[in-house]
């Protein structure tokens, strides 16, 4: 499967690296070795970014979250030094759809880039099958605009959040657990922590209003309603 793909890297070895086997693989590649570069660029005539922690005009989980502010959902593979498992956190919780720490072998990025194209993939075959807007009472989700009203107030969500209701909101009344919640949101099976669970049902309370995300103790949550 080939695909376009922005390269944020400001090593010009591995940049250049990265390009001549990209396009070797089939994909047609665009490298920009800073933000200013990337900017420069429409996003969204890119199937997937792979994007460098630092950079030396800034740093690419700024530019990760400033990308998914404006809307774009396209995959995003951050390439970074940092080990740390809280840095982990941060750039999936920033938006990121995968992780891979330098060095790495370059078969293994290419590896990740098959599963995340794979993935978009599959998640536009079903987009089309499913409903375009969700309305539950107050509560309204429109898929296609990525947009969240309630009460015929537009609120300001996160990537995450959006898709942590969407999950809840497709099963009505049905409880989730932490652990499928995070396999189904973020796509991460062994994810640090199910702490940030909490931490996303206590955002999305804020937003909305506290009774909407039921707790269900011993298992998870579960986005109460009553169509009666």
Do not use: C
């Not at 290419?110 to 499913?130: D, N, P, T, W, Y």
């Amino acid at each position: 499967m080939s695909a376009k793909i922005l390269v944020v890297e400001d090593d010009e070895n591995l940049g250049a690296t990265l390009k001549s086997f990209l396009r070797d693989e089939g994909h047609n590649v665009e490298l920009a070795p800073n933000l200013s570069r990337a900017r420069e660029n429409n996003l969204g005539d890119f199937e997937l970014v792979i994007l460098d922690w630092m950079l030396p005009d800034g740093q690419g989980i700024d530019f990760l979250r400033e990308i998914r502010a404006a809307g774009h959902t396209g995959p995003v593979i951050m390439l970074t030094a940092r080990t740390e498992v809280i840095d982990k956190v941060v750039g999936l919780e920033s938006g990121a759809d995968d992780y891979l720490t330098k060095p790495f072998e370059p078969r293994e990025l290419a590896a990740r880039i098959r599963v995340q194209l794979r993935h978009q993939s599959e998640k536009g075959e079903s987009q089309q099958s499913v409903q375009e807007v969700i309305t539950l009472g107050d509560l309204k989700i429109d898929m296609g605009r990525r947009e969240i009203t309630f009460k015929g107030e537009l609120k300001e969500f996160t990537k995450m959040e959006f898709d942590f209701l969407v999950l809840l909101a497709e099963s009505p009344n049905r409880a989730f657990s932490r652990e499928e919640i995070l396999n189904k949101v973020w796509g991460y099976e062994n994810y640090p922590s199910t702490r940030t669970v909490d931490t996303h049902v206590l955002q999305i309370r804020q937003k909305l209003y506290d009774e909407l995300i039921e707790t269900v103790r011993g298992v998870g949550y579960r986005l109460r309603f009553n169509d009666a």
